[in-house]
């Protein structure tokens, strides 16, 4: 799928991080937003994702160090480091853009890309649109099941 160009924002969705060192997730979707923020000067990314168990530094900070250390200025970029959850990453960050009028994309792994963009647009993100990453595990097999039912519980409780 190729992402819409030019927009105002992408936000990058956290995952784990073991210490220092982000996971094979994390990695993918920083990766993408690595080359989407290269194709796309004038974007600015919100990296969102707080400090978990296991984890020695934020995995905001985790991608902020891998996007600098490969050439993106850091005033393009902003942390968001209290999330724990999806829902909070799209809403802390939303905080931080300070708006839900620009044009927004959400930057994570394709197997969960659809549900982030359908809370973006719970959160009342009139222009969100996918930027999904590749992830290549044998772990798609726990994670597509895991994804259809936190859509089904999403629906549920009205996150979505």
Request: glycine fraction near 10%.
């Amino acid at each position: 799928m190729k992402a819409r160009e030019n927009l105002d924002y992408i936000i990058v969705l956290g995952a784990h991080v073991d210490g220092t060192r982000m996971t094979l997730a994390l990695l993918e979707r920083t990766r993408r937003a690595l080359l989407y923020l290269e194709e796309n000067p004038g974007t600015r990314a919100v990296l969102s994702g707080g400090m978990g168990d296991g984890e020695r530094i934020s995995e905001a900070e985790a991608m902020y160090r891998y996007l600098t250390e490969h050439g993106i200025d850091g005033g393009r970029l902003i942390r968001e480091e209290r999330s724990t959850n999806t829902k909070e990453n799209l809403d802390y960050s939303l905080e931080l853009i300070g708006s839900t009028e620009p044009t927004i994309g959400v930057v994570t792994n394709n197997f969960h890309v659809f549900r982030g963009v359908m809370i973006g647009r719970k959160c009342g993100c009139r222009e969100i649109y996918p930027v999904p990453s590749r992830y290549r595990s044998w772990r798609l097999l726990l994670y597509i099941p895991r994804e259809i039912l936190a859509i089904i519980k999403d629906k549920i409780v009205g996150n979505l």
